[in-house]
């Protein structure tokens, strides 16, 4: 039997502390009810699967891609009851929290010299897995019926893929290996983008290692061929084909995508209306219409503003309220329908003002976009980071019981009549979820401080670049954590076009490759000042000779 050393205890304490984190957060998890979480949207993810089981056929329901809804359908098929979703929904989220320690894992072997001690790497990379693990957030979000539930998990794999691809094809050059790795993270981008249109931006981003090994030296036009086409068909026959297929019989998608950008861009496009409606400029409607449209669309902007604790203060207005009004009033949207004489003129008139507004406003929507920018990247409150300190089961089984029994149809397959039940049940449930006060500490540093790592990031890039001790350390981590970094550029980017950041979750979701970036962050500068005296004395011998 080895003899117990300093080293070998030093190298042990991570590896406890890693499984004790994994074993408290399970715990955590499964100590409370296998019972999921709805909201008002839940129609939108379960009435596909649901239909099919009734017997109807599988299609898509107001636009929403088919991956996360075809997801329950077959856990309930396999399952019958929807304890396996919150079940499998939970083991994902545990397996985010694995897949963010095998990225950071990565990340060092992509560094030659590392001077942090291996057992101070890992046990920072236990921390960061803690802070996800047990973020209150995170656990509401595994157990509710939204695709936010599983969408971490593909995206960290999908990063874990090009870090391996990264090391197979420019570090180890093991080019089968790089071929397994580069088809998995392309694969996956697609899963991530069908789960979550805001990963849109990112299919060109998140494939950027790709994209630059077909312009590398040291790889033949057949493994290039290989590269690119093996994941490509791949993707469209188990993917992209399925979904075109499903979103051809899916009525509900052209007008809910029309009225959503509609209710979003309100502002914009009001604004267009009054140039058009001041300049005289001829369009398919008539000017009395538009003048109508227009003051009843300024109208329900300025109503907006005033519904308390629902103001989107970054969009300057409420955009659901367009869409839904509030009890007792018809919304704007439904009241342009009843004038237009049905959803397909609607449908046309919200696109063809969108579009105009959009080459029209053109100043306008660059001000939005940046303002959304200012929501993520504010500084002193990332809201990636977002959470509560506690939150109580009988407030979310509420919620959800008022959801499941709104929808009729849903009640008609008998697993879905007995989650209402169990729902009402757990009203009066004394659970709660939290708190987790030391990774809400870590949260609320990283949340003040996301601003300046992402600062450090670019400054360390040019300084590794232009510095020759830390390029032949450092190597290609500075540029790696950029493209981490990405990450969460390309996603505000596609909400800040699309959508607004004001709703909370759109930055929530986005924690697992938040925290990522940023504590690879903290060990980089960790790196450059242990660095610090090697640099010196390197500069004294050179200044001696």
């Known amino acids: 039997m080895p003899k117990p050393t300093l080293s070998r205890c030093l190298n042990t304490v991570p590896a406890l502390a890693l499984a004790l984190t994994f074993g408290w957060a399970a715990w955590e998890r499964f100590r409370l009810p296998l019972t999921p979480f709805a909201d008002p949207d839940v129609w939108t993810y379960l009435g596909p699967g649901v239909g099919a089981l009734l017997g109807e056929r599988f299609r898509e329901w107001f636009g929403q891609c088919f991956l996360y809804p075809w997801f329950l359908y077959a856990l309930l098929r396999v399952g019958g009851n929807f304890r396996w979703i919150a079940l499998v929904q939970e083991l994902a989220g545990l397996g985010t929290g694995a897949l963010i320690f095998a990225c950071w894992m990565e990340m060092r072997r992509l560094v030659p010299a590392p001077r942090l001690p291996v057992f101070a790497f890992k046990l920072l990379g236990t921390v960061m897995v803690g802070v996800y693990l047990f973020s209150t957030a995170t656990v509401q979000f595994e157990r509710t019926l939204r695709p936010e539930a599983v969408f971490p998990f593909a995206v960290l794999l999908q990063i874990y893929s090009n870090l391996r691809f990264i090391r197979h094809r420019f570090v180890d050059h093991q080019p089968g290996w790089a071929l397994l790795s580069g088809s998995c993270a392309l694969f996956l981008s697609v899963v991530a983008f069908l789960l979550k249109p805001?990963?849109?931006?990112?299919?060109?981003?998140?494939?950027?290692?790709?994209?630059?090994?077909?312009?590398?030296?040291?790889?033949?036009?057949?493994?290039?061929?290989?590269?690119?086409?093996?994941?490509?068909?791949?993707?469209?026959?188990?993917?992209?084909?399925p979904e075109w297929t499903l979103r051809r019989r899916d009525p509900t998608g052209p007008s809910y995508l029309a009225q959503s950008l509609f209710s979003i861009h309100a502002d914009l496009i009001n604004n267009q209306m009054?140039?058009?409606?001041?300049?005289?400029?001829?369009?398919?409607?008539?000017?009395?219409?538009?003048?109508?449209?227009?003051?009843?669309?300024?109208?329900?902007?300025?109503?907006?503003?005033?519904e308390p604790g629902k103001y989107w203060p970054a969009l300057g207005f409420n955009g659901d309220y367009l869409r839904f009004g509030k009890t007792g009033t018809r919304p704007f949207l439904r009241e342009l329908t009843v004038r237009l004489g049905g959803e397909s003129e609607t449908t046309k008139f919200c696109q063809y003002y969108y579009w105009r507004a959009m080459r029209g406003q053109f100043a306008g929507m660059a001000l939005k976009i940046v303002r959304q920018f200012g929501v993520f990247y504010r500084i002193g409150s990332c809201p990636a980071y977002a959470t509560y300190l506690s939150f109580d089961l009988a407030t979310e089984y509420r919620r959800t019981s008022e959801c499941l029994a709104s929808q009729q149809k849903l009640l008609h397959y008998p697993p879905a009549a007995a989650l209402l039940v169990r729902t009402i049940v757990l009203t009066n449930s004394p659970l709660k979820i939290g708190p987790y006060r030391s990774a809400m500490r870590v949260s609320r540093f990283l949340s003040r401080t996301h601003v300046f790592w992402c600062l450090w990031a670019v400054i360390l890039t040019v300084c590794t670049w232009r510095t020759q001790v830390m390029r032949a350390t450092l190597w290609i981590a500075p540029p790696l954590l950029l493209f981490l970094y990405i990450y969460n550029f390309g996603t505000v980017l596609t909400l800040a076009i699309t959508h607004s950041l004001d709703v909370g979750r759109y930055s929530q979701y986005q924690l697992a490759y938040t925290l990522v970036p940023d504590f690879v962050s903290i060990w980089l500068a960790m790196e450059v000042l242990l660095l610090v005296p090697t640099a010196w004395n390197s500069l004294r011998m050179r200044r001696t000779r």
């Not at 219409?289 to 003051?295: E, Q, R, S, V």
């Open 198 to 241: 805001s990963f849109s931006a990112l299919l060109l981003f998140a494939n950027l290692p790709l994209i630059i090994s077909l312009f590398y030296p040291g790889q033949t036009t057949r493994g290039k061929l290989l590269l690119v086409g093996l994941p490509a068909v791949t993707t469209t026959l188990l993917l992209l084909w």
């Open 274 to 306: 009054g140039e058009d409606l001041a300049r005289r400029v001829a369009t398919p409607y008539p000017p009395e219409f538009l003048g109508a449209t227009h003051a009843a669309l300024t109208k329900a902007l300025n109503e907006s503003q005033g």
